[in-house]
C-alpha cells in the first residue's frame, strides 16, 4: 500500500520560501495524479497544486499561481511544491496526495499523507 510523507514545512518570512517534499513509499501506477492540498481549521479543503505523474501541464489553485511549482523527480517518487514569494495567508497545514478519483481539486479517496504545517510570518 502506498505511503505518502510530506516533509519541508516550517516558519518563514512573507515574501520567503519554502520547498515542501511528498516521498511516496513506492511508485505505483495507481497514482496517475497526484497534489498538494491544504486545510485550515473550520473551512473545507483547498487544492492547491496537482500534476499528472505522467507529465503534461500542472494544474495551480489561482491563489498560488505564479509563485508556487509542483514538480516531481524523475523517479516520479517525489513530488515537490516550491513556494515562493509566500504570503501570510499560506499558513496552513499542507497535505500531499495522489491516486484519487474525481477531477481535481473536487477529488475523492486516494492516499494521504499526514500533512506538514506551514506558518509564514509578516
Known amino acids: 500500500q502506498v505511503q505518502l510523507v510530506e516533509s519541508g514545512g516550517g516558519s518563514a518570512q512573507a515574501g520567503g520560501s519554502l520547498t515542501l517534499s511528498c516521498a511516496a513509499s513506492e511508485p505505483t501506477a495507481s497514482i496517475v495524479w497526484w497534489g498538494w492540498f491544504r486545510q485550515d481549521p473550520g473551512k473545507e479543503r483547498k487544492g492547491i497544486a496537482a500534476?499528472?505523474?505522467?507529465?503534461?501541464?500542472?494544474k495551480y489553485d489561482d491563489s498560488v499561481k505564479g509563485r508556487f511549482t509542483i514538480t516531481q523527480d524523475v523517479a516520479k517518487t517525489t513530488l515537490y511544491l516550491q513556494m515562493n514569494s509566500l504570503k501570510p495567508e499560506d499558513t496552513s497545514i499542507y497535505y500531499c496526495?495522489?491516486?484519487?478519483?474525481?477531477?481535481?481539486?473536487?477529488?475523492?479517496?486516494?492516499?494521504w499523507g499526514r500533512g506538514t504545517q506551514v506558518t509564514v510570518s509578516s
Open positions: 496526495a495522489g491516486g484519487w478519483t474525481g477531477s481535481w481539486p473536487a477529488v475523492t479517496g486516494g492516499y
Open positions: 500534476l499528472s505523474r505522467t507529465g503534461g501541464s500542472p
